[in-house]
T-cell receptor
Framework: AQSVTQLGSHVSVSEGALVLLRCNYS??????LFWYVQYPNQGLQLLLK??????LVKGINGFEAEFKKSETSFHLTKPSAHMSDAAEYFC????????????FGQGTTLQVKP | KAGVTQTPRYLIKTRGQQVTLSCSPI?????VSWYQQTPGQGLQFLFE???????NKGNFPGRFSGRQFSNSRSEMNVSTLELGDSALYLC???????????FGPGTRLTVL
């Protein structure tokens, strides 16, 4: 069965510092992997996706993630945090054979301090 | 293109009542998935519809049901509401049900 683990339910960084949000997955088949962001009282917005092309994936708002099969990881990074990055971030995995279903991690709340 | 829309945005119901939530997908998308989001359980998959057929189902009781219309719009129904059904219900659409999904703003359901 597929699963996703996000290490750290809360991450706090200073404005301008590196953002690193960790995600590990388990999957018996080559997965599709995603990062979503959720702002208060809103739905989820897709940040980036990995679908077996390049292992380093660039997304919106300066975020990127690297797929490492040997480590079963898909960590999200951003070189310099902005105040507007404060939100909850979800890593998700899908099985191409299990249509319409995303399996989400527990989420990581990113706090950005001025 | 317009995004995924959900109505209503907020609902307050009492135990035992039933509720219907509506979702309009992005134009051209034929797959609609529903999720329940709660602080304790996180984001959980309810079901997916594609071309008016339920293709996939999560581990929820039969009180949770859905349907999809020929224009791809989808509705979700919860009967005999329980306090634990209080949650944010999110709808997501995709072209084929494989790959990325695009989410609506959600319907916040409160059961009193």
């Amino acid at each position: 069965a597929q699963s996703v683990t996000q290490l750290g339910s809360h991450v706090s960084v200073s404005e301008g510092a590196l953002v690193l949000l960790r995600c590990n997955y388990s999957s018996s088949v080559p997965p599709y992997l995603f990062w979503y962001v959720q702002y208060p009282n809103q739905g989820l917005q897709l940040l980036l996706k990995y679908t077996s092309a390049a292992t380093l994936v660039k997304g919106i708002n300066g975020f990127e993630a690297e797929f490492k099969k040997s480590e079963t990881s898909f960590h999200l990074t951003k070189p310099s945090a902005h105040m507007s990055d404060a939100a909850e971030y979800f890593c998700a995995v899908s099985d191409p054979k299990n249509t319409g279903k995303l399996i989400f991690g527990q989420g990581t709340t990113l706090q950005v301090k001025p | 293109k317009a995004g995924v829309t959900q109505t209503p945005r907020y609902l307050i119901k009492t135990r035992g009542q039933q509720v219907t939530l509506s979702c309009s997908p992005i134009s051209g998308h034929r797959s609609v998935s529903w999720y329940q989001q709660t602080p304790g359980q996180g984001l959980q998959f309810l079901f997916e519809y594609f071309s008016e057929t339920q293709r996939n189902k999560g581990n929820f009781p039969g009180r949770f049901s859905g349907r999809q219309f020929s224009n791809s719009r989808s509705e979700m129904n919860v009967s005999t509401l329980e306090l634990g059904d209080s949650a944010l219900y999110l709808c997501a659409s995709s072209a084929r049900g494989v790959g990325e999904q695009f989410f609506g703003p959600g319907t916040r359901l409160t059961v009193l």
